[in-house]
């Protein structure tokens, strides 16, 4: 007789119970996961960023534009709003740190008689800042997003 065993029958059942199991764990993990791909108010969200769209677009439109610089001798950020803008313009300038949004920091819109309105950069770390305008005139609204990179 030939004392050898034959191991084809153990490793083709082995095969079937780890195809077996990790279907099951695939089913498991497919079933415990998440599905919320979809906000619960997304039509609401969609007529929002719309109106961000609208806003940005009307901020393009205008004959002179709105602008962001940076001055690193002065460490010094300028907002320029259109001349006509100057007057009866409100609204805030948002401070946007994308690294790190403890940073984070809200200005109130306060235009000179040009237009335009200094913010102190001293205070805020070196890196990327992204500097987000919002304002109105009357029942328009306009934004702007610039980035501005802060030196130490």
Same mark, same amino acid.
């Given at each position: 007789?030939?004392?050898?065993?034959?191991?084809?029958?153990?490793? $083709?059942?082995? #095969?079937?119970?780890?195809?077996?199991?990790?279907?099951?764990?695939?089913?498991? $993990?497919?079933?415990?996961?998440? #599905?919320?791909?979809?906000?619960?108010?997304?039509?609401?969200?969609?007529? *929002?960023?719309?109106?961000?769209?609208? *806003? $940005?677009?009307?901020? *393009?439109?205008?004959?002179?534009?709105?602008?962001?610089?940076?001055?690193?001798?002065?460490?010094?950020?300028?907002?320029?709003?259109?001349?006509?803008?100057?007057?009866?313009?409100?609204?805030?300038?948002?401070?946007? *740190?994308?690294?790190?949004?403890?940073?984070?920091?809200?200005? =109130?819109?306060?235009?000179?008689?040009?237009?335009?309105? #200094?913010?102190?950069?001293?205070?805020?770390?070196?890196?990327?800042? =992204?500097? =987000?305008?919002?304002?109105?005139?009357?029942?328009?609204?306009?934004?702007?997003?610039? =980035?501005?990179?802060?030196?130490?």
């Amino acid at each position: 007789m030939n004392s050898q065993k034959n191991f084809w029958p153990y490793g $083709i059942i082995l #095969t079937f119970v780890i195809f077996i199991s990790g279907t099951a764990a695939l089913i498991v $993990i497919a079933c415990t996961h998440p #599905t919320d791909l979809i906000a619960a108010n997304y039509y609401e969200q969609e007529i *929002r960023y719309q109106g961000q769209l609208d *806003r $940005i677009g009307r901020a *393009r439109q205008l004959d002179q534009h709105a602008s962001v610089t940076y001055d690193a001798g002065q460490r010094q950020i300028t907002v320029s709003l259109p001349a006509e803008h100057a007057r009866g313009a409100t609204g805030s300038i948002h401070l946007y *740190r994308p690294s790190a949004a403890g940073l984070d920091q809200r200005v =109130k819109l306060e235009l000179n008689a040009n237009g335009a309105q #200094t913010i102190d950069a001293t205070p805020l770390r070196a890196g990327l800042w =992204k500097v =987000k305008v919002l304002w109105s005139i009357g029942r328009e609204e306009y934004f702007i997003d610039e =980035k501005v990179n802060v030196k130490s």
